[in-house]
C-alpha cells in the first residue's frame, strides 16, 4: 500500500514539474555553502546543486557540468526561460559552471564565494564568462524523466510576476 501511495503523489509531483517549479526548488537552497566537487545536503558544487534542483521537480541529470552541457536542446540568450540552465567557462576551457536562469536577467547558482546565491548574467564577470544555455523543460530527450518519462508541464504564468518578487525579496536580503 505504501508503495502505491508513494508512487501516486510522485507522479502527482511530477505532472507540476515546471519553470515555477525549478525556480522555486532553487530559491529554497540559498545561502547554502558551496564545497567543490560535494553533492551533501547543506554544501554542494554547482552541478550537483543543478541536479538536485531538477531532481526535485521529476527530472533527473547527469552530475558534472561538462555531462550537464550535452542535456536539452540550445536557446539563445533572446530565448531565456525561467529554468533554462547557463553554462560558462570559469576555471578550465569548456563548461565548468552552470546556472539556473530565473526570470529578468537573474540566475541562481551555487557560488565558490558565496553559496547558493542569485547573479546578474550581464554582470561582467559571468557574461565574459557565458559559453551557451540549453532548455531542459518541455523540449530535453535526453533528459531523463523518472517513472515512466513523463514530460513535465511548462506553465508559464501570464499574470503577476510572483517569481521575481521572490527573487528581488531573497536577493536583497542581507
Known sequence: MRGGVLG???????????SEGVVLTALTYMERPYRFGANELYRMDCSAFVQRVFEVNGIKLPRSTAEQASVGTLVSLSE???????????????????????????????????????????????????????RVLGSAPLAQREHGERRPTNGV????????????????KR
Do not use: C, Q
Open 8 to 18: 501516486l503523489l510522485l507522479g502527482f509531483s511530477l505532472s507540476l514539474a515546471s
Open 80 to 134: 531565456l526561460k525561467p529554468g533554462d540552465l547557463l553554462f560558462y567557462s570559469t576555471y578550465k576551457k569548456g563548461p565548468s559552471h552552470v546556472g539556473i536562469y530565473i526570470g529578468n536577467g537573474k540566475m541562481v547558482h551555487a557560488s565558490e564565494r558565496t553559496g547558493i546565491t542569485v547573479s546578474y548574467i550581464e554582470d561582467p564577470y559571468w557574461h565574459r564568462r557565458f559559453l551557451f544555455a540549453r
Open 157 to 172: 504564468s501570464h499574470g503577476k510576476d510572483e517569481i521575481a518578487d521572490l527573487v528581488f525579496i531573497l536577493s536583497t
